[in-house]
């Protein structure tokens, strides 16, 4: 049937119901008049986060002098912003799940009828193309890419609806997994202000030879010597391949590699590349002071470079999963920017000879051991958090698409 979705509860059978949406709204006209609430009740709409206090959210208030003629919003009031999004050219419309506000005229404000369970409209609207399909046809867009809509009329398109309960019950369980990419969210932000602080912590600063922090067991001064006395350049020439080939690129920030395919024809000039080895610190000298430093891993062997991403060998007294930590401090950031003279963008190439007068320090071999297994303990947790709040995104996309009728 082609007003039933893909995937249903038990229990929910038949067809769901086309209706205009003013049958499940009604516009609310009940404005501020009394100035029950002021400046610090002021909401707005966030594509991301729903109906949220403008303060907390942004920081400030934009309202004007009065707020006497601001329309109120209740608990489980609907609104619909008539500001245009990337991803929705007609607005948004979101339910307020939080305390009670006002909004400027700028926002249509709706109570829901006994036969729409308020966070379901939300539910509804959130993806996106069901979203602008239902607008378009009932919006004009001004000259300035406002919207020319009234609040009545934006209840005028058809929506396909299924009973109150089984409404409830959709938006139950899509509120469950919600709850779920927030705690991910949280949590791949908890774990990397936690990086943040252990990098401060675990390394010596302000002159010293010892960090605030440091594993039971481990005493001493760290040692201090030149870059150049702990790494060694790594070359391994090959002939420019003409029939296509995987190359390396380093994110700027620190942020690591990336792979390309170089198509045939569209290779280098030159006539030889290099090949890149696993456990290397390589750098991009066209863009070491925007950051874009890395160490290769095993995936990232036998991909080629140009001589402008020189590779670097470690010596046995200095671990490449200690470096890879080192490479984030602000100094060395810093200190590659100095190296890197001229304009801006391609004109400032990194000096070799400078970078390797860096004075890093370090521990004992076993010391870098522990903390570099710390960090990329550390790190395999942001990169879980990130990989399971994106796959619960994908999940809420999937649900959004077929737990509706395709025609809704």
């Given at each position: 049937m082609?007003?039933?979705?893909?995937?249903?509860?038990?229990?929910?059978?038949g067809?769901?119901?086309?209706?205009?949406?003013?049958?499940?709204?009604?516009v609310?006209?009940?404005?501020?008049?009394?100035?029950?609430?002021?400046k610090?009740?002021?909401l707005?709409?966030?594509?991301?986060?729903?109906?949220?206090?403008?303060?907390?959210?942004?920081?400030?208030?934009?309202?004007?002098?009065?707020?006497?003629?601001?329309?109120?919003?209740?608990t489980g009031?609907?609104?619909?912003?008539?500001?245009?999004?990337?991803?929705?050219?007609?607005?948004?419309?979101?339910?307020?799940?939080?305390?009670?506000?006002?909004?400027?005229?700028?926002?249509?404000?709706?109570?829901?009828?006994?036969?729409?369970?308020?966070?379901f409209?939300?539910?509804?609207?959130?993806?996106?193309?069901?979203?602008?399909?239902?607008?378009?046809?009932?919006?004009?867009?001004?000259?300035k890419?406002?919207?020319?809509?009234?609040?009545?009329?934006?209840?005028?398109?058809?929506?396909?609806?299924?009973?109150y309960?089984?409404?409830?019950?959709?938006?139950?369980?899509?509120?469950?997994?919600?709850?779920?990419?927030?705690?991910?969210?949280?949590?791949?932000?908890?774990?990397?202000?936690?990086?943040?602080?252990?990098?401060?912590?675990?390394?010596p600063?302000?002159?010293?030879?010892?960090?605030?922090?440091?594993?039971?067991?481990?005493?001493?001064?760290?040692?201090?010597?030149?870059?150049?006395?702990?790494?060694?350049?790594?070359?391994?020439?090959?002939?420019?391949?003409?029939?296509?080939?995987?190359?390396l690129g380093?994110?700027?920030?620190?942020?690591?590699?990336?792979?390309?395919?170089?198509?045939?024809?569209?290779?280098?000039?030159a006539?030889?590349?290099?090949?890149?080895?696993?456990?290397?610190?390589?750098?991009?000298?066209?863009?070491?002071?925007?950051?874009?430093?890395?160490?290769?891993?095993?995936?990232?062997?036998?991909?080629?470079?140009?001589?402008?991403?020189?590779?670097?060998?470690?010596?046995?007294?200095?671990?490449s999963?200690?470096?890879?930590?080192?490479?984030?401090?602000?100094?060395?950031?810093?200190h590659?920017?100095?190296?890197?003279?001229?304009?801006?963008?391609?004109?400032?190439?990194?000096?070799?000879?400078?970078?390797?007068?860096?004075?890093?320090?370090?521990?004992?071999?076993?010391?870098?051991?522990?903390?570099?297994?710390?960090?990329?303990?550390?790190?395999?947790?942001?990169?879980?958090?990130?990989?399971?709040?994106?796959?619960?995104?994908?999940?809420?996309?999937?649900?959004?698409?077929n737990?509706?009728?395709?025609k809704?």
């Open positions: 082609a007003n039933t979705p893909n995937v249903r509860f038990k229990g929910f059978s067809e769901w119901e086309e209706r205009r949406l003013s049958e499940y709204l009604t609310s006209t009940e404005k501020n008049k009394e100035n029950i609430f002021d610090t009740d002021v707005s709409v966030s594509g991301d986060h729903g109906v949220v206090n403008q303060i907390e959210f942004q920081g400030r208030s934009f309202a004007g002098v009065s707020v006497s003629n601001y329309g109120v919003v209740h009031d609907v609104v619909y912003t008539k500001s245009p999004l990337r991803s929705n050219p007609y607005g948004i419309i979101k339910t307020n799940k939080g305390n009670s506000g006002i909004v400027s005229t700028l926002y249509a404000v709706y109570r829901p009828k006994e036969n729409a369970f308020a966070d409209i939300q539910t509804y609207f959130e993806h996106h193309s069901r979203m602008n399909n239902y607008m378009q046809p009932l919006v004009n867009k001004g000259a890419n406002d919207m020319k809509v009234s609040s009545e009329n934006a209840l005028k398109g058809i929506v396909v609806f299924p009973k309960e089984e409404q409830k019950k959709i938006s139950a369980f899509l509120a469950y997994i919600e709850h779920f990419i927030t705690l991910h969210q949280r949590k791949y932000a908890e774990t990397k202000e936690l990086k943040k602080y252990m990098l401060q912590k675990m390394f600063k302000n002159g010293r030879r010892i960090p605030e922090l440091r594993f039971a067991g481990f005493t001493g001064d760290w040692e201090q010597r030149k870059l150049g006395e702990l790494v060694e350049k790594y070359e391994d020439p090959v002939e420019t391949p003409h029939d296509g080939y995987e190359r380093i994110r700027s920030h620190a942020k690591g590699t990336f792979h390309s395919y170089v198509e045939a024809g569209k290779e280098l000039e006539a030889k590349m290099h090949r890149v080895a696993a456990d290397k610190f390589i750098v991009n000298i066209t863009f070491a002071w925007e950051h874009a430093v890395a160490i290769t891993d095993d995936e990232d062997a036998g991909l080629l470079v140009s001589h402008r991403f020189p590779q670097f060998s470690f010596h046995e007294n200095l671990s999963h200690f470096f890879k930590y080192v490479m984030l401090d602000r100094k060395f950031r810093e590659l920017e100095l190296s890197s003279p001229g304009g801006a963008g391609r004109n400032r190439v990194l000096k070799i000879g400078d970078m390797l007068k860096y004075n890093i320090l370090f521990p004992s071999i076993s010391e870098q051991a522990k903390i570099g297994g710390y960090f990329d303990e550390i790190d395999r947790l942001i990169t879980l958090c990130q990989r399971r709040h994106d796959q619960l995104k994908e999940v809420k996309k999937f649900m959004l698409q737990m509706f009728p395709q809704g």
